[in-house]
């Protein structure tokens, strides 16, 4: 028999599997999910109301245990973005062997490990490191999935898993077992698995200062924001100081954490555990919103680098908004709510958002030199003066953001305009790049390095940065566009990106 689910048990089926396991699904979802509920309610031959009251009221690790199976996705495979593997051999693991020597302990977690490759691939890494036997090594991968628990236990992985193994590592590693293949046994009892649920409070799994290196990949992207805080919180407690953190390519701490200092080497990035002296600073709320600008000219854009480009519109736009109009002041607290912070930003922000982007540069150069320690201001002042080509000064803002922000996107974009002002093209690169991680939204970046490949005649990079860029900047959120569009709107901005595509044969 179908059972009846309603709307409202959805919704709090959604509730209680955020609470219990840490996953969040949306409202597109909820077929998904009510399918998933019948067949739980079929299994236990209950009534909606009566199977939610118990999953409400228990810690029932059974039946948690089997909503797992049904709700997570368990996609892995070996040495899965490989770069990350190789910072972990040629950076983490010889880093945390010199910082524990005295110890001989290393201690790392593969956290989310699904069937275990991941945690088999580090195995195999750890191997290669030649490490003394007197060190005491231990290497855990743990998953809320008991299917996928008894399957790494196993170690018998199919030719898919196989899939970006190099033939010399499968050799050396496996065995063919009828269609699968066999994991080499010395290794399998190298790597502890374990069922644990990352989103309760384990004291046993989260001991403090016990990790050297987690790997917590492609887990995050599947919690709702507040257990995602939690879990990393819990992670960055049971991890050594100077301990490295790799998360998957598509998840950053950005907005989430300000307890690790962002890694980037082999052309990936990874984060490691701050030392305990080094005080983490709250992140200030960011800027709410803006009114879209007026549109700019395209000219400009034919000048020698992108900041030249700002430069010149910045200027002609201020021009135009020399004509008389109603005094910020007048018109303050009527446009939107304002973030208050001690100082007020609020005319700053305003004089911005109608372009009169000097007479905003003044403004928050008065602000008292206690402000030099905002985020926000630092943030703004940092756009201002790169838009003024006032660079070196803005290279030291954004550096001295960076110091109380260093998950800022925003610090880092406008460092990248100014490093390839400085005829630094890598360091301008390096820092789109690091831009985009953090923020994987964020338009001009993409577009920024779109323009540097156009202009280094890579074609196949410009495209793919400027494809990229024309997708978000359609999105973007209208305060960004004003802080960062370099006094272009999101329209001529949406234009320059079509002209420079057709021009390296992309799809405008
Ligand atoms: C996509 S796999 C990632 C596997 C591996 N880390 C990788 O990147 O290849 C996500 C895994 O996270 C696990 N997971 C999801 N929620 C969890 C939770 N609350 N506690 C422990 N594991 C969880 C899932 O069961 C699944 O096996």
């Known amino acids: 028999m179908r059972r009846l689910v309603s709307a409202a048990d959805i919704d709090r089926f959604r509730a209680v599997i955020a609470h219990r396991l840490g996953l969040g699904f949306e409202d597109a979802k909820s077929a998904f999910l ?21 999953l409400d009221a228990e810690h029932r690790d059974d039946e ?3 909503l797992s199976q049904e709700l997570t996705v368990s996609e892995t495979y070996f040495f899965r973005h490989n770069d990350q593997y190789r910072a972990f051999a040629e950076i983490a693991l010889p880093d945390r062997l010199g910082a524990q020597a005295a110890a001989k302990r290393l201690r790392i977690l593969s956290a989310g490990c699904a069937s275990g490759e991941e945690a088999f691939s580090l195995a195999m890494l750890v191997r290669d490191a030649g490490i003394d036997p007197s060190w005491d090594v231990a290497i855990l991968g743990v998953d809320v999935n008991p299917a996928m628990v008894s ?13 970006e193994t190099p033939a010399d590592v499968r050799r050396r590693w496996f065995k063919p077992a009828g269609r699968d293949f066999a994991l080499d046994d010395t290794l399998r009892a190298s790597v502890t698995f374990e069922e644990r649920n990352l989103s309760r409070d384990d004291p046993r799994l989260w001991q403090p200062d016990t990790y050297d290196i987690v790997f917590f990949r492609n887990v995050l992207m599947y919690f709702t924001p507040e257990n995602g805080q939690t879990v990393i919180t819990r992670i960055g407690r049971a991890m050594k100081a100077g301990g490295y953190l790799f998360l998957g390519h598509a998840e950053t701490l950005r907005g989430v954490s300000d307890d690790f200092h962002l890694r980037h080497t082999h052309d990936t990035f990874y984060y490691q555990r701050k030392q305990g002296a080094e005080r983490a600073t709250p992140l200030l709320p960011a800027i709410t919103s803006f009114a879209a600008p007026a549109p700019a000219v395209i000219a400009a854009v034919e000048a020698d680098t992108w900041i030249d480009a700002i430069r010149s ?10 004509s008389p109009r109603p005094s910020a002041s007048a018109r303050q607290g009527s446009t939107r709510v304002a973030v208050m912070p001690t100082w007020d930003l609020d005319l700053a922000r305003e004089l911005l958002r109608e372009e009169r982007f000097a007479e905003a540069l003044d403004r928050i150069e008065r602000l008292p030199p206690e402000s030099g320690q905002d985020p926000d201001v630092l943030l703004l002042l940092a756009a201002l003066l790169t838009q003024r080509g006032r660079l070196v000064e803005a290279e030291d803002t954004c550096r001295r953001l960076l110091d109380v922000d260093e998950l800022s996107a925003g610090a880092h974009y406008l460092l990248a305009l100014c490093r390839e002002h400085a005829r630094d093209r890598p360091g301008a690169v390096n820092h789109d790049q690091v831009a985009i991680h953090l923020d994987p939204g964020f338009a001009m970046p993409h577009l920024h390095l779109g323009l540097l490949a156009r202009r280094a005649g890579d074609r196949g990079a410009a495209r793919k940065e400027l494809e990229q860029a024309l997708l978000l900047l359609q999105r973007e959120d209208s305060s960004r566009m004003l802080l960062f569009g370099g006094g272009f709107s999101r329209n001529t901005l949406v234009a320059l990106c079509r002209t420079e595509l057709a021009g390296c044969g992309g799809q405008a």
């Open 34 to 54: 009510a399918d998933v509920m019948r067949r739980r309610l079929d299994v236990g031959g209950q009534t909606p109301e009566a199977y939610l009251d118990r």
């Open 64 to 66: 948690m245990g089997a």
């Open 151 to 163: 399957k790494a236990t196993r170690g018998l992985f199919s030719e898919w898993a196989l899939r």
């Open 313 to 322: 519109a910045c200027e002609r736009i201020e021009t135009l908004a020399r």
